[in-house]
């Protein structure tokens, strides 16, 4: 059963200005994520405004809003590509073992992501 759904969209500009903030980056992203987003060369501020997105939508997903440190929502890639999410802390507490489900999506300088939260029987 659905139990939650969150959107968010992301200024690219805005991220590539905050890309060369290593307290920025530091804050809000894990050491993987970084490495991530780094790897993406040209399109790496795509790339951070759609994991910066991606972690808002979860935050809203969840129905909480931010209450605890986004570092703790970390966004991983299957061996396909496929954005998903890695959960700790209180975020992976409030997240009380549902599953959640991350698409995100780049156009016309905005990232956006939509995050389904589903009940686990």
């Known amino acids: 059963m659905i139990k939650g759904l969150g959107l968010d969209l992301c200024e690219i500009?805005?991220?590539?200005?905050?890309?060369?903030?290593?307290?920025?980056?530091?804050?809000?992203?894990?050491?993987?994520?970084?490495g991530y987003i780094r790897s993406k060369g040209k399109n790496a501020a795509q790339t951070m405004a759609g994991i910066f997105a991606a972690k808002e939508a979860l935050?809203?997903?969840?129905?909480?809003?931010?209450?605890?440190?986004?570092?703790?929502i970390s966004i991983c890639h299957d061996e396909a590509g496929q954005p998903g999410y890695s959960l700790s802390g209180k975020a992976e507490e409030l997240g009380?073992?549902?599953?959640?489900?991350?698409?995100?999506?780049?156009?016309?300088?905005?990232?956006?992501?939509?995050?389904?939260?589903?009940?686990?029987?």
């Open 96 to 121: 009380n073992g549902d599953r959640f489900f991350l698409s995100i999506t780049h156009d016309g300088g905005t990232a956006a992501a939509v995050c389904v939260r589903e009940s686990c029987p």
């Open 13 to 34: 500009a805005r991220m590539d200005k905050l890309l060369k903030d290593e307290r920025f980056l530091e804050r809000f992203f894990s050491e993987g994520e970084i």
């Open 59 to 72: 935050t809203k997903a969840l129905g909480t809003g931010i209450v605890f440190d986004l570092k703790e």
